[in-house]
């Protein structure tokens, strides 16, 4: 998995030293937040606000529909009344929306691992910035390798392709592969067989699954 931001920002700290081993939610890197959490601060005042003339609405209809129960009011002003109460609560539920909204992009600004594996060589540094949609080196925080479990593809022959299933099925297929410059084999299982069968090799693809 190649690690890229999704917001234009600069690099405040990097959390990951080159080559280490990270798990799925690991931080990795954090960026500058500060622009974004001030919009946060901004539209829950505006919230805030909102929730305030909604409680001055209600108590407006509250008064005025006293008053229409006693024939001391018109029912033109409760109904203005009624209509500034779901003014409000439009309002409210347009700024609950914007800080959701918000929060989500905020959570941009943390760059976690989404897999667990081996972070490789991390192209950035804390000062730098970063760019959404940039594919040149400098877009990708660093590349995390899977490697547990390894899958190895291979190809077979057709006609083992029936030994291959009665194998897979009693679930006592066994892969052996020699991981270049070691003298032992690591043991795996069938993970996966392709369910197309090369024509011009009489072939398919294998995939197993090592540890």
């Not at 540094?125 to 995390?144: C, E, F, H, V």
Request: aromatic residues 4%; proline residues 3%.
């Amino acid at each position: 998995v190649a690690l890229k931001s999704r917001v234009d920002a600069q690099v405040q700290e990097i959390r990951v030293a080159d080559g280490a081993v990270v798990q799925a939610g690991d931080v990795i890197a954090i960026l500058d937040s500060r622009q974004i959490q001030a919009q946060i601060k901004q539209a829950e005042a505006s919230l805030a606000r909102n929730m305030t003339t909604l409680e001055q609405a209600r108590r407006d209809v509250g008064r005025f529909e006293e008053l229409v129960a006693r024939a001391s009011g018109t029912k033109v002003n409760l109904d203005n009344a009624r209509t500034q109460v779901a003014a409000a609560q439009a309002l409210i539920m347009g700024d609950q929306a914007q800080i959701e909204n918000l929060k989500v992009q905020l959570s941009y600004y943390t760059i976690r691992a989404p897999i667990n594996g081996r972070i490789g060589s991390v192209g950035v540094k804390a000062g730098n910035i970063i760019r959404a949609g940039d594919n040149n080196p400098t877009g990708t925080l660093g590349t995390i390798i899977q490697i547990k479990p390894i899958y190895v593809a291979f190809s077979i022959p057709q006609r083992l392709l029936p030994d291959l299933r009665d194998s897979v099925k009693a679930d006592t297929s066994i892969v052996e592969a020699i991981p270049q410059g070691a003298r032992t084999a690591a043991k795996g299982k069938i993970a996966f067989v392709d369910n197309t069968i090369d024509i011009a090799t009489g072939t398919l693809i294998v995939r197993a699954r090592f540890e």
